[in-house]
């Protein structure tokens, strides 16, 4: 059962707060038209996945509404951190 | 290998059982293999023992990081049927299901295959849709079902509660005769058994954490406990884990690994003979032979390696249980446990070749693929031995997420397990 | 024989208080704060069930949550009934009624235990995985017979009259366990202001003090815990909760307890009262004070009733003051076990004589042991029991030094009960529910909670330290450390003091040798519950399944309703020792919630019956109601399906709301679509991105429809928006869809687009919607406005601002139906007088209310889809030929236009959208039927596509369908067969999709 | 009276006595219990969305609500029946008596220039009170979120699960809360809140 700090509402709420949205960082490309099948199968569909460290993204469904990214540990289900979109997690280089 | 038999219990019971053999060795690996498989589940076990018994392969290993047969294989809620909604899954799953009807004789290993029949309950107009669409579609593709109503249901299972005061009363069902359960852990040990005895050399507690690799080309495998070991062709059979793996190749997958959860009751005297699905209430439930109520949840949103879940995904499963059986509010749960599902965009296994050569998949059974474990390593023996995709793997290849062919059982069927 | 184990001294007990139950059918007599264990051992009853395998008579064996045997059927009628309990975890009340679940014609003497005397040689571990093969169409009927052996208890057959409840806890320590580190934990943190959960599983607060002879503080232990149970309960910051146990510790520490508030009182719950309770506790900190579980040891027929834990000897005689017997025979490595045999003789047994399996023993304790009258027997072990209902004696022999054979000559000593203990498990479940492994200690001979990322702390026995002063010191030191972490001021930082025995050297010990091998003595026991004997633990590793895992699944060990609370370390050391490896390297199997079972009623909570999901209504319900509408599930709204008439059927009802609709003029609730009000100079562009077609020249006072797919070119969702202002949009989506489109839109806007200046908001609920449909409609309309209802001025696909009956509104001429119609909106608030001002002002225009079944039929004689059963998540806008309503030429690439161009979107001979007519129009084709060009000859069958929806059109007094079809555009006229049953074929003509007004004269009508 | 950028629309009729609030339909009416819980709805009420940037907002709200602007996260400012409650970084939710509903719309409007949004959505929502000792029980047999006083204090705003719906609840008093709940939630939720009560009584 996780516990997710919103970084609109600056609270650490429960998860049946929040809707898990996927990988985090996926950018749409900028010029679809000119994207391979290859290329649009990628963006559409692959994903890291990890085992361990995952940047995710979640909305604050039931609360502020409000997309944000977590840093969490697809093992230990620990959240490292959540971080605004656009932004890149803290400590990162 | 010794046969099983009324008879070799008996006499074994009069040496006190002392003189069983093993079930299968526990040898030193070789240096060198025609074919690795790496994981030990139900797939895995089924794909090396087709190589060597259809094949005439025997060089063969399969890696598993812990015990055989412990990964999804050993953690589902065994439900057998085939009644899918698209060709190319239906033709898959039935091929899997005529092979589990002679699995036991074939393996000399009571798998326990109990063909008690499996509903899938409608509890809307546009599920009963569903319903129709998909048993029209399985009735032209030689697959038995059919559309019950409500007092077709009530007669089934009287014990469900058809009244039309609930709050999804039960409109109708879908139901497979032929659909059932099977002893998962026996499937993953008599495919073990009968890999073992055509050679097959079955290494656990060794996890593969890296691909010996020339170019684009993967020439073995490196693992925990023996370094490298060399193979020609190495098959990737590891659900939830197989983003990991690819990971180790070089390449990602359309693949996301969720946990999901299940959970048991303590035993009661049987009350219920067929398998209950409802996707509308989010329920699905059988009772063992040993009599405990068997339980699958719905998947957890979020991504997971832990084998467990959140709390309230369990809550709501068993809302959904009492809602559908009132009788079982009184029944008390045992245990809960979760694994680790490949899932992907289409809910449709991905079989065949990969971005690597000498690498072939098998993964992305998700939700669903105990009742395919035959099947699959039937269809994923002939990809590996041949070198070249069978025709009931074909549309299930890694290709299909850039050209946009999905088979969505997801979207169209909405049923899962 | 009334009570006639019953003494004096009991601290749990209400001598005072006499409780009639029953059990088998006999009535027997209690004392309040009996369990149904002790009671019944009180009453001299042994045989408490029969076992699952083997049929063998099993009694009590402990005193508490770890209790494998004594597991009955308890309910006095058929709702009330609860299968499995713990006899020693339940109290009795006036009118409990249980009863013993194997066993036939009776507990005390069962058939299957002749079954199981002979057949047991042959059902060892995974017998049933050789067997039963043959013939193979015969496995469905073994399975029957093997599946009447299955289960313990009977479900109920009645629903359960009792509510259930659910409670979200939050603090900042919570306590697992009122023993006395559970309690001196509470103590110290209920003198801060920290917020504080302790919780017990037991009847009361105590623990191991409950039945001790400690002294702390100079108090006899019960005293000590009734003063310190009275101070927690007097402070405000501190929950006390009994009879409540963490069944799972899952991540972040989020703790589930399960509280029986009613079971000790009554069958059934008090009016009003729910009957359980589940505390959901997010807890900043735990304290796991949890204890540990005394081990029995492994020896021959050690099932036999009479065979116990020595600690629970100690627990019914000093908490519920019953001596289960005369003459004991108490085994033991350890020191702590003696107490069991002082507290036999001082209660009056007859005898009691301690089997210490070491060679050593604490001088002074062996002295004590004389003293009382007590024969002490070292360097040797109980290694058989004879007798076959009850304990008659005990077989004791010397043991060699490495304890792996006997020596000397057996002594057969008389004995009703033989106690037994190879030590202590500490109680690590809960530690290790969220997938840490706990650690062996070698020197402890047990497993300790292992290393964990939660924030948890361990004090007392389950931390390996089993003596009462640590306990205490723990207990008050993890508060403490806490505390402080907290940030809370400690005022009282004194320790409680105590009297304590030494605790003696301890000897590791699980297995007890036998004179012949495991193989073939008398059965000696480890689960008792699945009937796992060492000799199957033996033989599971023996046939290669090495792993702890797989011992587990091969014998069932662990498996049960006790998850093998006093049997896994002992199966674990019998299973290592058979490998050949240490207990370490084995492990423990793992651990999973629930710590006790849980009701599936108290997880349900209340979310059942009407609870169960939200249903969701519309303004104009109540007057839906009084129509007697019936109701149809759409997500979770309940929409007017149709409103009968009486003696009418489903199809006379439709047609007759058809043609109502079609000829004069029908009321429809629309107020279910999913409403999103758009406002931002960026509106438009958004719009733009997210539908297929193009926004950009959508004028003031102007609607259109949308198609909106998603990134793979599917379509997803549909509607129509209006342009309110300029920078003012209104948009509808779906019923299904509303959440899911606006999530959507938030989505793009917020991760992709922040730049675009828009903001979405939802005004499903704040909008009602009523649609006046057919010919008639403007005549109707015209009597509750004063707006231009004028073609001319007013013209197909506008909205206007308007009065309607005297209410402001926005009146929206878009159709649904195909007919002219008009869609007006008002703040809900007002919808139902609206309502039902049209439906007064309609009487005379023949007003017809008609509901969903209706609207479906009219639209799909229009052609119009309905996302989701006409689509299904595989279809493009092009497949279902609305390439109209892609704007290619929009500047920007819109969401949905690449994925719509891969390769197997565009292959020909894709499924499209197509009309279908029954060559025999009286045929209504099933939903959902399958499609074929040619009946096919032999199976599998080629399908070329399926009906999507299907209805008789009263209007065109015939049935049609809409289906997607292979290449169904290029196919016009051509004859399909459609599968509409097992061998039952209709054949049909693909026609347009249009059935009714093709040209659109009606919803255009000037 | 829309202008050309953005429709603002008197939404309520002169005629008094025809609305009907979202919760026409319960069943009401008292449990007896020792401490019965007061569910109560106050109804007539206009509620209004306002999005946008805190600092485009403030200053509008303050002249023409003559209410402080609660910018930080999860807090309000009221007076009498006027209360303004933060949502999110671009959302409050204006209550005022129903019929200054779209008046207040209207001078907000005027009162603020830049990219804001203005959403009347007084028929989409209702307001129920929650009084008495046990009040904080209740709601924690219905949402997770902490509801003690020392996390909730009065005054604070949060917008939450509550059973399977969602709530904004804000603390009026140690023992009173205010919900706004959705219209068609609202049987539901009356529902819930009833049967969760039981056990203390209820008032309503
Ligand atoms: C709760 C639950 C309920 C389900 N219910 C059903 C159902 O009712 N019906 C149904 O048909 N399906 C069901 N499924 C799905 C089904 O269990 C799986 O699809 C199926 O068992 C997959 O089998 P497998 O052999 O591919 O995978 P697994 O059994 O998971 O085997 C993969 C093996 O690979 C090993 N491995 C992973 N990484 C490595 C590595 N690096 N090196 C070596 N070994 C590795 C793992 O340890 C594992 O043993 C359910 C799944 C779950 C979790
Ligand atoms: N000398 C020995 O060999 C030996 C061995 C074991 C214990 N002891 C004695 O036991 C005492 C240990 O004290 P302690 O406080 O650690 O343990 P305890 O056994 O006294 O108390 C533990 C309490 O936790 C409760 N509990 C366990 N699991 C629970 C759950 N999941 N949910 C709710 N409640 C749960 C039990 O009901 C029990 O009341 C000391 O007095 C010690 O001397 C001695
Ligand atoms: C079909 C099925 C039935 C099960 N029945 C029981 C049961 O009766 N008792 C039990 O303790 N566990 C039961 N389990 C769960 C296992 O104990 C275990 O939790 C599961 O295999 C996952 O493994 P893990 O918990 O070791 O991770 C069952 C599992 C499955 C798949
Ligand atoms: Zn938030």
């Known amino acids: 059962m996780l516990k997710i700090h919103c970084p609109y509402c600056q609270e650490t709420r429960e998860e049946e707060e929040f809707h898990y949205s996927g990988q985090a960082h996926i950018a749409r490309p900028t010029d679809p038209e000119s994207c391979s099948d290859e290329d649009w199968g990628n963006y559409l569909y692959f994903r890291k996945n990890p085992r361990g460290r995952h940047m995710e993204m979640w909305v604050h469904a039931a609360g502020c509404r409000k997309f944000f990214n977590v840093v969490r540990d697809t093992v230990t289900y620990e959240v490292e951190q959540t971080y605004l979109i656009g932004h890149v997690p803290a400590g990162s280089t | 290998m010794e046969k099983y038999s009324a008879y070799s219990l008996f006499k074994h019971a009069l040496g006190h059982h002392e003189n069983w053999q093993r079930q299968w060795r526990n040898p030193e690996p070789k240096k060198h293999y025609d074919v690795i498989i790496i994981g030990g589940g139900g797939h895995g076990l089924a794909t090396a023992y087709y190589l060597a018994k259809n094949h005439g392969i025997h060089n063969i290993a399969v890696i598993e990081k812990g015990y055989l047969g412990g990964g999804n294989t050993g953690r589902n809620t065994t439900i057998v049927r085939s009644n899918y909604l698209w060709d190319e899954s239906a033709h898959l799953y039935e091929h899997a299901l005529t092979l589990w009807e002679g699995l036991s004789q074939d393996l000399n290993y009571n798998v326990m295959f109990s ?303 | 024989m009334s009570q006639s184990n019953r003494i004096p001294g009991g601290r749990c007990v209400d001598y005072g208080s006499e409780i009639n139950f029953r059990f088998n059918g006999r009535s027997l007599k209690g004392y309040k704060g009996d369990t149904l264990a002790s009671a019944l051992l009180a009453n001299e009853i042994k045989i408490v069930g029969r076992s699952f395998k083997y049929g063998r008579p099993r009694g009590v064996m402990s005193a508490g949550s770890e209790e494998p045997n004594a597991i009955l059927q308890l309910g006095a009628n058929p709702a009330s009934q609860v299968p499995n309990v713990r006899a020693t975890q339940q109290q009795i009340f006036n009118g409990l009624t249980s009863r013993t679940t194997n066993g036939w014609p009776s507990v005390d003497f069962d058939v299957m235990s002749l079954v199981g005397l002979v057949a047991g040689k042959l059902m060892p571990p995974g017998f049933y995985y050789k067997t039963l093969m043959f013939p193979q169409f015969l496995w469905h009927t073994y399975e029957r017979i093997v599946r009447r052996g299955a289960g313990i208890g009977i479900a109920p057959t009645e629903p359960d009259p009792d509510r259930y409840d659910k409670i979200n806890r939050h603090c900042d320590l919570l306590i697992i366990g009122a023993g006395p580190a559970g309690l001196a934990a509470a103590l110290i943190a209920s003198k801060t202001s920290a917020r504080v959960i302790l919780l017990d599983e037991h009847d009361e607060a105590g623990g191991t003090l409950l039945y001790s002879n400690d002294i702390i503080e100079g108090l006899p232990g019960i005293d000590w815990v009734k003063q310190i149970t009275a101070e927690l309960n007097a402070a405000a910051n501190v929950d006390l909760l009994t009879r409540t146990t963490a069944v799972g510790y899952h991540d972040q520490n989020f703790i589930v307890a399960h509280e029986r508030r009613t079971d000790h009182l009554a069958d059934v719950a008090p009016a009003g009262f729910a009957r359980q309770r589940v505390h959901r506790i997010r807890a900043r900190h735990v304290i796991l004070a949890t204890g540990a579980h005394e081990r029995p040891l492994v020896f021959a027929n050690n ?310 999901q939200p249903k969701r209504y519309t303004a104009m319900q109540p007057w839906h109601e009084q129509a007697g509408a019936l109701f149809e599930d759409v997500g979770q709204w309940k929409r007017p399906w149709y409103y009968p008439q009486t003696g009418e059927s489903l199809q006379d009802a439709i047609n007759r709301e058809c043609l109502a609709v079609r000829s004069g003029v029908g009321i429809l609730d629309a107020s279910t679509l999913g409403k999103i009000d758009i406002q931002g100079p960026d509106a438009r562009e958004f719009l733009n991105r997210i539908y297929t077609n193009a926004w950009m020249k959508l004028g003031i006072g102007k609607c259109r429809y949308g198609l909106m797919c998603g990134e793979d070119g599917m379509i997803m969702d549909d509607g129509v928006t209006a342009c309110l202002a300029d920078n003012h949009f209104v948009m509808t989506t779906t019923t299904g869809g509303a959440a899911r489109v606006l999530e959507w839109l938030e989505l793009w806007h917020q991760t992709e687009w922040p730049e675009l200046e828009v903001y979405f908001n939802t005004v499903t609920d704040h909008w009602a919607t009523a649609t006046l449909s057919g010919p008639g409609s403007r005549a109707l309309l015209a009597e509750l406005t004063d707006l231009d209802l004028d073609p001319t001025n007013f013209p197909f696909m506008d909205w206007r601002e308007a009065m309607v009956a005297d209410i402001p509104a926005r009146v929206f001429r878009i159709s649904f139906t195909g007919e002219l119609s008009y869609e007006i909106n008002v703040n809900a608030n007002y919808g139902l007088t609206l309502w039902r001002r049209l439906i007064e002002v309609g009487e005379k225009h023949n007003l017809t209310p008609y509901g969903t079944e209706t609207m479906h039929a009219l639209r799909a004689e229009k052609g119009f889809i309905i996302v989701g059963q006409d689509t299904d998540g595989s279809v493009t806008p092009e497949d279902i030929g609305m390439e109209w309503a892609i704007a290619r030429r929009k500047q920007f690439s819109f969401i949905g236009r690449r994925g719509m161009a891969r390769e197997d979107c565009q292959r020909q001979q894709r499924k499209q959208l197509v009309g279908l007519l029954p060559v025999n129009g009286d045929v209504v084709l099933p939903e959902g039927s399958q499609i074929v060009f040619d009946k096919p000859h032999q199976l599998p069958a080629k399908m070329v596509g399926h009906v999507t929806s299907s209805y008789y059109s009263a209007v065109l007094g015939r049935s049609f369908a809409l289906a997607l079809i292979q290449g169904g555009l290029g196919r016009m006229d051509e004859t399909v067969q459609v599968s509409i049953g097992p061998d039952t074929w209709e054949t049909a003509e693909i026609t347009a999709s249009v059935f009714y007004d093709p040209k659109g004269e009606q919803q255009h009508v000037q | 009276m829309s202008n050309n950028s953005y429709a603002i629309m008197e939404q309520q009729p002169s005629i008094k006595g025809l609305a009907n609030t979202p919760l026409v339909n319960v069943v009401r009416g008292a449990i007896p219990g020792p401490n019965a819980v007061g569910i109560e709805e106050h109804d007539d009420v206009g509620h209004l969305v306002l999005r946008g940037d805190a600092t485009l907002l403030a200053s509008a709200v303050t002249e023409v609500l003559d209410l402080a602007f609660p910018d930080q996260p999860l807090s309000s400012c009221s007076r009498d029946k006027t209360c303004i409650r933060w949502i999110s970084p671009d959302e409050w939710l204006v209550t005022v008596p129903g019929t200054e509903t779209s008046s207040v719309e209207s001078s907000l409007r005027d009162a603020i220039v830049g990219h804001v949004a203005i959403v009347n959505v007084s028929g989409g929502q209702t307001i129920v009170h929650l009084t008495g000792k046990h009040a904080s029980d209740v709601l924690m047999k219905s949402t997770s979120y902490d509801v003690h006083e020392l996390n909730f204090p009065t005054g604070k705003v949060i917008t939450t699960t509550l059973a399977q719906a969602q709530v904004i609840i804000r603390r009026l008093d140690t023992d009173q809360f205010e919900l706004v709940i959705r219209r068609s939630f609202a049987d539901y939720i009356w529902s819930w809140l009833r049967d969760a009560a039981t056990e203390f009584g209820v008032n309503g």
Not at chain 2, 280 to 292: A, C, E, L, N, R
Not at chain 2, 376 to 402: I, M, W
Not at chain 3, 405 to 424: F, H, K, Q, V, Y
Not at chain 3, 468 to 475: D, E, K, N, Y
Request: with cysteine; aromatic share 8%; glycine share 12%.
């Open chain 2, 115 to 417: 063909q008690r029949g499996v509903l899938n309950l409608g509890h809307t107009l546009q599920d009963m849709r569903d319903i129709e669409r998909r048993v029209s579609a399985n009735r032209l593709n030689g697959i038995d079902g059919e559309v019950l109503d409500v007092d077709g249901v009530r007669r089934i299972v009287p014990i469900l509660n058809t009244s039309k005061n609930t709050r999804f009363p039960v409109l109708g069902a879908s139901w497979q005769p032929r659909g059932g359960v099977a002893r998962h852990d026996a499937v993953a040990w008599g495919y073990a058994r009968g890999a073992d005895r055509l050679g097959v050399d079955l290494l656990q507690q060794c996890t593969v954490t890296g691909f010996e690799m020339s170019g684009n080309q993967v020439r073995g495998v490196v693992t925990n406990r023996y370094g490298t070991i060399e193979a020609d062709r190495v098959g990737c059979v590891v659900a939830g884990n197989s983003g990991v793996l690819a990971g180790y190749a070089g390449f990602e997958l359309p693949i996301e690994s969720h946990p999901l959860q299940a959970l048991v009751s303590e035993p009661i005297k049987p009350v219920l003979d067929t398998v209950v699905m409802s996707n509308q209430v989010h329920g699905y439930i059988s009772q063992s032979d040993k009599g405990d109520l068997v339980i699958g949840a719905g998947i957890d949103s979020y991504t997971g390696y832990g084998q467990r879940g959140s709390f309230t995904t369990i809550e709501h499963t068993i809302a959904a249980i009492v809602e559908l059986f009132p009788i079982f509010s009184r029944v008390r749960m045992n245990r809960q446990w979760g694994g680790i599902v490949d899932t992907t965009p289409d809910a449709c296994p991905i079989m065949g070749t990969s971005p690597v050569e000498n690498l072939y998949l098998n993964c992305g059974w998700g939700t669903g693929g105990f009742k395919a474990t035959p099947g699959s390593g039937h269809v994923f023996a002939e990809c590996l031995a041949s070198n070249d995709t069978p025709q009931l793997a074909k549309p299930f290849n890694l290709q299909r997420f850039y050209s946009g062919a999905l088979i969505d059982e997801h979207g169209a069927a909405g049923v899962a397990h």
């Open chain 3, 303 to 612: 099932d036999v009733p009479g065979c116990m834990q020595a600690s629970a000897v100690s627990a019914y005689i000093n908490g519920y003051g019953v001596r289960p017997g005369k003459r004991l025979v108490l085994m033991t490595t350890n020191d702590n076990a003696y107490e069991a045999a002082f507290d036999w003789i001082e209660s009056g047994g007859e005898s009691a004589v301690v089997v210490d399996i070491r060679t050593s023993v604490n001088s002074e304790l062996l002295k004590r042991a004389a003293t009382a009258g007590i024969r002490t027997l070292t360097g040797s072990a109980v290694f058989e029991v004879k007798g076959k209902r009850q304990v008659k004696a005990a077989l004791v022999c010397g043991l060699d030094a490495e304890r792996n054979a006997l020596i000397g000559n057996d002594e057969t000593i008389p004995a009703d009960i033989i106690a037994s203990s190879g030590g202590w498990s500490p109680v690590v479940h809960l530690s290790c529910h969220t997938g840490i492994k706990p650690d062996w200690r070698e020197d402890i001979a047990a497993f300790v909670p292992g290393a964990t990322n939660q924030k948890m702390l361990t004090a007392g026995a389950v931390s390996g330290d089993f003596s009462l002063s640590a306990a205490l010191r723990q207990g008050a030191s993890a508060a403490a450390t806490i505390l402080a972490d907290c940030g809370f001021d400690l005022e009282d930082k004194a320790t409680t003091s105590c009297q304590e025995h030494t605790v003696g050297m301890f000897q590791p010990c699980f297995h007890i040798p036998h004179r012949k091998p495991t193989s073939r003595s008398p059965a000696q026991f480890v689960d008792y519950q699945l009937d796992v004997t060492a000799a199957a633990i033996e033989l599971a590793t023996r046939e290669g399944f090495e792993s702890i895992e797989h011992v587990k699944r091969y014998t069932a060990l662990g498996f049960g309703t006790d998850q093998g609370k006093i049997s896994n370390v002992n199966g674990i050391a019998i299973a290592a020792r058979s490998t050949g490896r240490s207990i370490s390297e084995t492990g423990t199997t793992m651990f999973r919630p629930n710590y006790t079972p849980v009701s599936f009623g108290a997880m349900a909570g209340r979310d059942v019956d009407e609870l169960f």
